[in-house]
Structure formats: structure tokens, C-alpha cells
């Protein structure tokens, strides 16, 4: 690991920054916004021939990285330093393939954002770069930033308010309309009920709950509504940080109140809630990295992972999976509407304003 773990392990005493919350930023005003470029035939006929299982390194390499591409919204833990952590697993999915741009805030380029960022600005978010890239967002929450990353779909899903501004990241405000041109379809839309295409929340929980900006997710937290496609939640077999021990309430597992497909995975008891997305090192790695994009999650224990420094690698083979599969099958509902037709491309007009 790197050196600065040690930071990391000296600054958890530190007391967590209560003040946060969201913006009171005045919403911008309306501007010509970029759609989703036009994939070419050549590189279109690649992207719906991939399986979404089974994307190998080459396929990211060659075909996905050439194409259109979500943001991951990456949400760290609420104690300084540990939005390194999440800067750590940045560095692991650009080791990894996965374009660097889709990774950093296109405004001030940060690694991810602060669980302490309002979740209305962050669904708000997921608007703003659907309708720029085509491709719907996917959400990456660790510790408090779990939390954080099922409050958006919450938020998403109508629990705290019934209209959501679009939130713009270049100006870090929010935008005058509550609707967006969805870019598959042409058509108008709320920001309200926008689903994201997969989301992860690792050591959620427990402690997070005491902080006002959080209390909202009391019975809320395990529930995963119908505003992502897919969701991993990830428990340590034993995590005092998430108050997680066998038979406690916290090990409840996730569950969907919907039709949203749900996944609980249970990490090794050696794994340390502040440093499972430390996962850089694993794609330096030449036999790591070919171990993790074989990864299935489907034969788990099929094939134990190669000698060498495996810290997370379970959690970063199975994020890395979900990862590469909901890119590849978000590019392949892109492609097959611009087939149809239906998609928009170049500068589109102005969506409806907030009256």
C-alpha cells in the first residue's frame, strides 16, 4: 500500500466534520447542452457483439474504451483522510482501462465526492451527465459514502421531495429546469424517477446514522428502490466501524422494494473497513489484473486468486465485474437507439424551466 495508509490509520481519532449539507448555490441558467456523440457503424457492431459477462482486457481496451462511457460517481467515508481511499480504487479502475475522465469531476476533477454533498445535488448529478453521455452514471459508496450512494436513489426514487434540479458540475450549481432530453429517446423527462445503472455501497451503516445529514436513512438504508438497475451491498464479517457482527441488526441484508436486482456479498473478517478500496496495487499486477478480469462472480471460489499482494481483491474482482458489465450493456442501449433512430445527437434545445 501506499505510503500515505499511514496518514490514514493516525487521522481516524479525528472527529467527524458535522457541518456539510447541501448547497444554497442560485440555480444557472438555461444554456445549449451537449447530447451524446453518434457511435460509428465499424465500433457499434463491436459493442453489441460483446457479452456483458464476460468483457475481457481486450474488450475494454479495444472496443468499450472507444465508446460511449458512464461517470462513476465515487462517494467516500466522512473521516479526513479517507477520501484517499477512494482516490486509491480511482487509480485501480484507470490502471484497469477505464477511461480517466469518466472517473474525475469534469469541473474540478476530484476522484469523488463528500458524503456530506446534498443528495439532491448529487441525483441532481446523475441527470446532468445522462444527458451528456448517453450512458446513465454508476455509484460507488464507501463507509458513510455507501449510505450516501442509497440516499440518491432514494432521493431519486421521489422519498425526500417531488422535483429535482439538474445539478451542473462544471458550474457546481444547479440548473433552472427539473427536466432533462433524454438522450435515447429524444423525448422530455423529470430528473425525478432517473435510474442509475448500477450501484455499491461497501461498510455502510452503524455509526453514519448519528450524524444529522444521515438520520433521514434510518429504515431506509437496507430498502433498494427501483432507481438502479443493479445494486451490490458489501458487509465485513466483522466491521465495528458499520456496527456489523454476526446476528446484529446491522447485518441485516439489503433487499429491493421492487424490481431492482440486489446482491449481498460477504467480504473476509480480515478485511479493514477504512482500506478495502485501497486497490491500485492490484492492477499494477500483471497476474492480479488478469485474475480479476476473469472474475465471475457467478463461481466465486472457482479459482483462488495468484500469489502476491491480494489486499481487497475480492472487492475490487467484484466491482470490477459489475462495472464492465453494466458499461458494456449501457453503450449497447445507446447504440440500438441511435439504430433506431429514436437517440439525440449534437447540441440539444432546452428542456423545460422550473416555474
Known amino acids: 500500500m501506499r505510503t500515505w495508509t499511514g496518514i490514514l490509520k493516525l487521522a481516524l481519532p479525528v472527529a467527524l466534520a458535522l457541518a456539510g449539507g447541501g448547497c444554497a448555490t442560485a440555480p444557472v441558467g438555461d444554456a445549449p447542452r451537449a447530447a451524446p456523440p453518434r457511435v460509428d457503424a465499424a465500433l457499434a457492431a463491436r459493442i453489441l457483439a460483446l457479452d456483458p459477462e464476460r468483457i475481457s482486457e481486450g474488450d475494454v481496451r479495444d472496443t468499450l474504451a472507444r465508446g460511449p462511457t458512464p461517470q462513476i460517481i465515487g462517494l467516500h467515508g466522512g473521516i479526513y ?63 458513510q459514502g ?32 427539473v427536466t432533462i432530453v433524454d438522450p435515447l429517446t429524444g423525448g422530455t423527462r423529470p430528473v425525478l424517477g432517473l435510474s442509475v445503472a448500477y450501484a455499491t455501497a461497501v461498510g455502510a451503516g452503524g455509526a453514519a446514522f448519528l450524524l444529522p445529514n444521515q438520520w433521514s436513512m434510518a429504515g431506509r438504508l437496507r430498502t433498494i428502490p427501483d432507481t438502479v438497475d443493479e445494486f451490490t451491498g458489501f458487509f465485513l464479517e466483522v466491521d465495528l466501524w458499520a456496527w456489523n457482527a454476526p446476528g446484529s441488526i446491522e447485518a441485516q441484508p439489503y433487499r429491493q422494494n421492487g424490481a431492482a436486482t440486489v446482491r449481498n456479498v460477504s467480504l473476509p473478517a480480515n478485511y479493514n473497513h477504512v482500506f478495502v478500496p485501497v486497490t491500485s496495487h492490484l492492477a499494477g499486477d500483471p497476474g492480479m489484473r488478469s485474475w480479476i478480469n476473469a472474475y465471475d462472480p ?55 424551466r422550473v416555474q
Open 81 to 143: 483522510p479517507v477520501h484517499l481511499a477512494m482516490t486509491d480504487f480511482a487509480e485501480f479502475l484507470i490502471g484497469m482501462g477505464y477511461p480517466e475522465a469518466k472517473v474525475r469531476h469534469p469541473g474540478d476533477g476530484r476522484y469523488s465526492h463528500s458524503p456530506y454533498e446534498s443528495s439532491e445535488a448529487l441525483a441532481g448529478l446523475v441527470a446532468w451527465y445522462y444527458e451528456r453521455d448517453g450512458v446513465r452514471p454508476m455509484l460507488v459508496g464507501h463507509s
Open 146 to 177: 455507501g449510505m450516501q450512494a442509497v440516499k440518491v436513489l432514494h432521493t431519486l426514487n421521489g422519498a425526500f421531495g417531488d422535483r429535482v434540479r439538474v445539478w451542473n458540475p462544471l458550474a457546481d450549481a444547479a440548473e433552472d429546469r
Open 298 to 352: 457467478r463461481r466465486r471460489d472457482a479459482l483462488p486468486p495468484p500469489d502476491g499482494s491480494s489486499d481487497n481483491v475480492l472487492w475490487a474482482a467484484d466491482v470490477w465485474h459489475s462495472i464492465k458489465k453494466h458499461w458494456c450493456l449501457e453503450a449497447q442501449r445507446l447504440v440500438r437507439a441511435q439504430r433506431a433512430g429514436r437517440a439525440t445527437a449534437g447540441t440539444v434545445t432546452a428542456p423545460a
